[in-house]
């Protein structure tokens, strides 16, 4: 990574976990070249290294829905844009409701993920049992599956979007840290 620090730029992100290195990468697609990301240790030092890699798109709002789909979506192309191995796999997720009022639930987060495109499928207990034979489903009331969701390296997918920003032209530093704004 680079060493140098600029003493001006024109966006300065500080830390270097998924969500910074995401950052990052974002604003230099669009051009921000002028860039510079601050991580005190390594990156993915923080958090992110814990994080088990569940990549989830059934989601209770808008917003949240249209960004796990498009983060899914990216992810299975970083590895191609970047060569650096994300691990990500669409192996697919299964929610099972044991209540009415869950099953409601998450049916109407089916249907909010569905009017965005992705792809989903409420299911019985019965096709639950098909996919997943080790389930005890006797008080399963219903549940949905995501055959694109999936798992990826959290670690890998930041370290991904790093070095997709540094392909821009964003400088990323570490062992800095900020102590001021
Ligand atoms: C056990 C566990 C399992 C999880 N599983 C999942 C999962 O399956 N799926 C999922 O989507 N999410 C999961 N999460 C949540 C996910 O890990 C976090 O939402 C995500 O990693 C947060 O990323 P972040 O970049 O915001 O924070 P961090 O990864 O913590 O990054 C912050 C960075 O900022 C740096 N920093 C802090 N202060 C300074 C400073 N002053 N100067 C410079 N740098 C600084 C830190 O060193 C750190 O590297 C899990 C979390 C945990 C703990």
């Not at 992110?48 to 949240?64: D, F």
């Not at 997943?132 to 370290?159: K, R």
């Amino acid at each position: 990574m680079t060493r140098s620090i600029p003493t001006k730029a024109r966006a300065v992100i500080i830390g270097g976990g998924v969500s910074g290195c995401s950052v990052a990468y974002h604003l230099a697609k669009l051009g921000w070249t002028d860039i510079v990301l601050l991580e005190r240790k390594q990156l993915t030092s923080g958090t992110t290294w814990h994080a088990a890699g569940l990549i989830g798109q059934l989601r209770g709002s808008q917003n949240m829905t249209r960004l796990a789909k498009y983060s899914a979506d990216l992810y299975v192309k970083l590895e191609a844009e970047t060569e650096v191995g994300t691990g990500m796999r669409q192996v697919g997720s299964i929610t099972v409701a044991l209540t009415e009022e869950r099953k409601h639930e998450i049916y109407r987060q089916a249907s909010l993920a569905r009017a965005f495109d992705v792809d989903v499928r409420e299911i019985s207990p019965g096709e639950v049992k098909e996919m997943y034979p080790h389930l005890n489903v006797s008080d399963v009331v219903g549940a949905v599956h995501l055959p694109l969701d999936g798992q990826c390296d959290p670690a890998n997918i930041a370290m991904a979007l790093a070095k997709g920003a540094r392909q821009r032209g964003a400088t990323v530093v570490e062992n800095v840290k900020v102590t001021k704004v």
